[in-house]
């Protein structure tokens, strides 16, 4: 449930390190940024490049788990930082993420999921604007269906087009502008503006497995989350309306 990066993984998650750390210096004038990662160790060991390129501590958050995540599935905390001594000591889930834990009930998929991403996508709007000394640029660290997330964090709708490619990066720019104030009222109207798709990892990783694609949502697991929810498209549905623009 918990496998490692290939040998080919892990020279993309090398190539990719050392892209985002070229943005993240290129847009912050500063190595200061923020790392949340999944807790599976393919997304650590994805991570694992630019922590070491920048010095970066990083943090694990269940809200970024793999699909029908459960504690169980992967290995504590306090055993990971054996391998990996730059994650924080503290647990640094939020108590009001969605994340399942083991009571013996798996996460429901797509649904459970879904509500998952959107919840965290609110938390990390509620970080990035409200923590005064939250830096400029946040890393996140995820799998192939936190394209979900990024739909959450631009207002849009998900789409069955979306993909999320092998060691794909999705760029969105917060909305503080460089000499501006994004303060526009409610936290959770605010959007992120997509700047770069993760559908594909050109130009920075030199060769792919022909075995691997990038993935998507199909339209049958965006119709159980719109049968689940009055027929919105997700992330709209219950109390989500706010997750797209007016």
Do not use: K
């Amino acid at each position: 449930r918990d496998p490692p990066l290939s040998s080919l993984g892990h020279a993309q998650a090398a190539q990719l390190g050392a892209a985002v750390a070229g943005l993240v210096v290129a847009d912050a004038g500063t190595s200061s940024c923020r790392v949340v990662s999944s807790p599976y160790l393919r997304c650590l060991e994805t991570a694992a490049p630019l922590c070491r390129r920048l010095g970066a501590s990083a943090q694990i958050d269940d809200g970024l788990a793999e699909v029908r995540h459960r504690a169980s599935h992967v290995a504590p905390r306090t055993e990971r930082r054996h391998y990996f001594p730059w994650l924080l000591d503290s647990d640094d889930s939020d108590a009001s993420s969605s994340a399942p834990n083991d009571d013996g009930v798996e996460e429901d998929w797509p649904v459970g999921y879904l509500r998952r991403a959107r919840d965290f996508a609110r938390r990390l709007r509620r970080d990035v604007l409200d923590a005064p000394d939250a830096p400029r640029v946040t890393v996140l660290f995820s799998h192939a269906a936190s394209v979900a997330l990024v739909a959450c964090l631009t207002g849009t709708e998900l789409r069955t087009t979306d993909a999320f490619a092998p060691a794909g990066a999705y760029v969105l720019a917060r909305p503080m502008l460089r000499g501006g104030d994004s303060s526009s009222g409610s936290v959770s109207g605010v959007l992120f503006a997509l700047v770069r798709a993760g559908s594909t990892n050109a130009p920075y990783v030199a060769s792919n497995s022909t075995t691997t694609r990038s993935w998507s949502f199909s339209e049958e697991r965006l119709r159980q989350w719109a049968n689940a929810h009055a027929g919105a498209r997700f992330p709209a549905g219950d109390d989500a309306t706010e997750m797209l623009p007016n």
